[in-house]
């Protein structure tokens, strides 16, 4: 398995908080990604990184923000959480980029995150 | 607007019948496609790639068929087994950085 940790792995917290999710890859992959799958809607990118300190936003980018600082951590940030942001997240990695790579997409085990 | 279609009710077939699951696309002119395998609570794993320039691609008990002037792709798992079941993911790119995934089906294989 490739590896990736994301951390915390369960969390519950209030409307209006700050809340900070990671990453950790062992991979040293360039790409690393954050989506959100919601019932019916599969998973959505939010926010890629193509490098460190290189970030781009996804579809569903608003209300949140990433950062990466080393190779191997991609932080994501919900600013001020809202329960519309109540979901669960994960972070891939990938060798290359999509599009006309052939490069697959390495998953993390997933944020559980509750907004009340 | 770009739309993946998977079939959103669960697939249940008898252990060892082939499962057959359809993901199609519209909008869409895709380098190549991906099936994942996701288990609950679990993030999804990679399963196999097909290019664009490609009609089918087998690994060991499964195989995947592309067919892009039907804009469909379809996943075969041959003598399923109850480990199978699980929720089937389809994932397309087109352009760079552009990677979108279906909804995903549920297979249960049932002894």
């Known amino acids: 398995d490739a590896g990736i940790t994301q951390s915390p792995r369960h969390k519950v917290t209030e409307t209006g908080t700050p809340v900070t999710l990671r990453c950790h890859q062992t991979e040293n992959h360039r790409y690393m990604y954050w989506y959100r799958q919601d019932p019916g809607h599969g998973l959505r990118l939010i926010h890629y990184s193509y490098g460190v300190k290189d970030t781009d936003k996804g579809e569903v980018s608003d209300g949140y923000s990433v950062s990466r600082s080393k190779t191997e951590d991609f932080l994501l940030t919900l600013e001020s959480a809202t329960s519309s942001q109540t979901s669960v997240y994960f972070c891939a990695i990938s060798a290359e980029a999509g599009g006309r790579s052939n490069q697959p997409q390495h998953f993390g085990d997933g944020t559980r995150l509750s907004i009340l | ?111």
């Open chain 2, 1 to 111: 607007s770009q739309k993946i279609e998977q079939n959103s009710e669960a697939l249940n077939i008898q252990e060892g019948k082939t499962a057959t699951l359809t993901c199609n696309y519209t909008n869409y002119s895709p380098a190549y496609l991906q099936w994942y395998r996701q288990d609950p609570g679990r993030g999804p794993v990679f399963l196999l790639l097909i290019r664009e320039n490609e009609k089918e691609k087998r690994k060991e008990r499964l195989k995947v068929t592309f067919d892009t002037t039907l804009k469909q792709s379809l996943f075969h798992i041959t003598a399923s087994q109850p480990a199978d079941s699980a929720t089937y993911l389809c994932a397309l790119a087109e352009g760079y950085q552009k990677v979108t995934f279906g909804t995903g089906t549920k297979l249960q294989v049932i002894p």
